[in-house]
Structures are given as structure tokens and as C-alpha cells.
């Protein structure tokens, strides 16, 4: 049993505060992903990481498209291949390193960026 409503019907926000530790890096596949969910007092904010070919990048875990969640399945957010970003609800395949949608809907678009930094082996909000 939880306290309050589910966690689909809580306030969301679209930032969090600098600094916070999100992830280990070395629990992230390269390529691989990672959602994230991050409690802002009363609020919650949904992202996601890209590990990519040592780089990390962090989204919001929202389709510029219809607004939904990119993946239907936890941590799902890439390809088979591991090459691109995928959004399970429409189609749209976005590039992992910069969020530029490269087909599908939002033909010409791309995801919010969430800016994170690799401290050590930490992944943090920046």
C-alpha cells in the first residue's frame, strides 16, 4: 500500500535542482538507458539517461510529439541496435547524443534536454 495517489497523479515538473546523484554510470549499458524519477517536494520529475558511446546524455521522459512517455517498457528507450532513441507510442526514432528527431513524428523536432554531468562514476543533475 502507498501514501497518496499513484505516482501517474502526482504534480509533475520539468527541472530539478543541481547536484542531486541520479545513477552509478558503470549500472548504465553503453549503449544503454535509464529512466529516472526524482521526487521535488510534492512534485515528481520523469527523465531519462543515454549511455553512448562514453558519453552520457539526460532527457525529459517526454515525446515532443503527444507529450507521453517515450517508453512502454522500463529503460526501453533505445533501438535493438542501440542507435537511436525510440518512442514506443508513435514511432519517433530521435538521434541519442543530441535528441534531433531523425524520422517519424515530430518530423524535425527533438526532446527536452536534462542537463546531467558524469562526476567520477556518478551521474548527476547539472
Same mark, same amino acid.
Given at each position: 500500500m502507498t501514501d +497518496? @495517489? @499513484?505516482?501517474?497523479?502526482?504534480?509533475?515538473?520539468?527541472?530539478?535542482?543541481? %547536484? /542531486? #546523484?541520479? #545513477?552509478?554510470l558503470a549500472d548504465i549499458a553503453d549503449p544503454g538507458a535509464r529512466a529516472v524519477v526524482v521526487q521535488i517536494g510534492e512534485a515528481y520529475f520523469h527523465g531519462f539517461l543515454i549511455h553512448k558511446d562514453g558519453e552520457v546524455? %539526460?532527457? /525529459?521522459?517526454?515525446? !515532443?510529439h503527444a507529450g507521453y512517455p517515450l517508453a512502454v517498457e522500463l529503460d526501453r528507450y533505445l533501438?535493438?541496435? +542501440?542507435?537511436?532513441?525510440?518512442? #514506443?507510442?508513435? %514511432? +519517433? /526514432?530521435?538521434?541519442?547524443?543530441? %535528441?534531433e528527431c531523425v524520422g517519424g513524428p515530430p518530423a524535425g523536432g527533438r526532446l527536452t534536454p536534462w !542537463?546531467?554531468? /558524469?562526476? +567520477? #562514476?556518478v551521474v548527476r543533475t547539472a
Open positions: +497518496g @495517489p @499513484p505516482l501517474s497523479d502526482r504534480p509533475r515538473v520539468w527541472k530539478t535542482p543541481p %547536484g /542531486v #546523484a541520479v #545513477a552509478v546524455r %539526460g532527457y /525529459v521522459d517526454r515525446c !515532443p533501438t535493438d541496435d +542501440g542507435e537511436l532513441i525510440l518512442c #514506443a507510442w508513435h %514511432g +519517433g /526514432v530521435f538521434k541519442p547524443l543530441t %535528441g !542537463p546531467v554531468t /558524469v562526476d +567520477g #562514476a
